[in-house]
């Protein structure tokens, strides 16, 4: 199986190399020679809409660095997943509130391509379920310029189902420390950091009151865009993957999707 994934992604023209810190080990793949942006792939995994986007970063000039989080190449398993990550220790098992090991190991990874990159900028793109990942990272010197793109953890599968709200307090929780939330907040306030941070208005996997919570107490170090999605069969099918799935399912060169994508590459011209 790793031979074979390595072969997938060497024809791809990523290299990939393994980083292990505190205990923890995953491989990571990297393309390109431009401006460093480290890429997190989302719950369903490192499948071909995430390299698509990355593909796009490319072309726009960056230098992408993708770990693999979960599950194998090419594999989009959203329920396999999060049955993995469910039992997963270096996920906290997906539990609110908690600092998750994985951070602490992505914040590593983040320094090694800092250093390796000769003190470069580097900047993050976090989406679902690494999307609060962002925040942590926002710690490590060096990162400059983080993206959030709809944080889907914790989920609310009833919501999710039905659209009909029960309860309040999930919609605000995040799946790192609150602790992490006010040092990175005061971080990016004392060092100059800034955020972007995105989701669809009608996106059931990630409320408003989370990505109101983080713009928040980050205050003028972030701006928050919310999309909407015109079409009505697309609404009741929940547009979640901004970057990614929903801008291949779209080819209207006017779709939110292509504006996300103009206002991400703007950011991170801006910052890096």
Not at 221 to 242: I, Q
Request: glycine share 8%.
């Amino acid at each position: 199986m790793d031979e074979a994934r390595a072969q997938t992604m060497d024809a791809l023209g990523y290299a990939e190399r393994p980083f292990a810190h505190g205990g923890i080990e995953h491989p990571v793949y990297s393309k390109g020679s431009g401006r460093p942006v480290l890429l997190l792939h989302e719950l369903p995994g490192l499948a071909q809409p995430c390299l698509n986007f990355a593909e796009r970063l490319l072309a726009a000039g960056y230098a992408v660095h993708v770990p693999l989080l979960v599950g194998n190449v090419l594999e989009r398993a959203p329920l396999t997943n999060t049955r993995r990550l469910c039992i997963s220790a270096e996920f906290a098992r997906l539990q609110v509130g908690k600092s998750a090991p994985i951070t602490e190991w992505l914040r590593a990874l983040a320094a090694d391509i800092v250093e390796r990159q000769g003190g470069a900028k580097v900047g993050v793109i976090g989406m679902c379920l690494t999307g609060a990942f962002v925040i942590p990272l926002v710690l490590t010197p060096g990162v400059v310029a983080g993206v959030i793109s709809q944080p889907a953890i914790p989920l609310n599968k009833f919501y999710l189902a039905t659209g009909i709200q029960r309860g309040s307090e999930w919609r605000s929780q995040l799946n790192i420390h609150d602790d992490e939330l006010r040092d990175a907040a005061a971080c990016a306030k004392r060092d100059g950091k800034h955020l972007l941070i995105q989701r669809y208005v009608n996106d059931r996997l990630c409320p408003a009151q989370r990505v109101q919570r983080i713009a928040e107490a980050f205050g003028t170090a972030a701006k928050v865009h919310e999309y909407d999605e015109p079409s009505l069969l697309r609404r009741v099918l929940n547009p979640h993957a901004l970057l990614t799935e929903e801008y291949d399912k779209r080819p209207d060169e006017d779709a939110a999707t292509r504006l996300a994508l103009r206002r991400v590459l703007a950011f991170l011209d801006e910052h890096l």
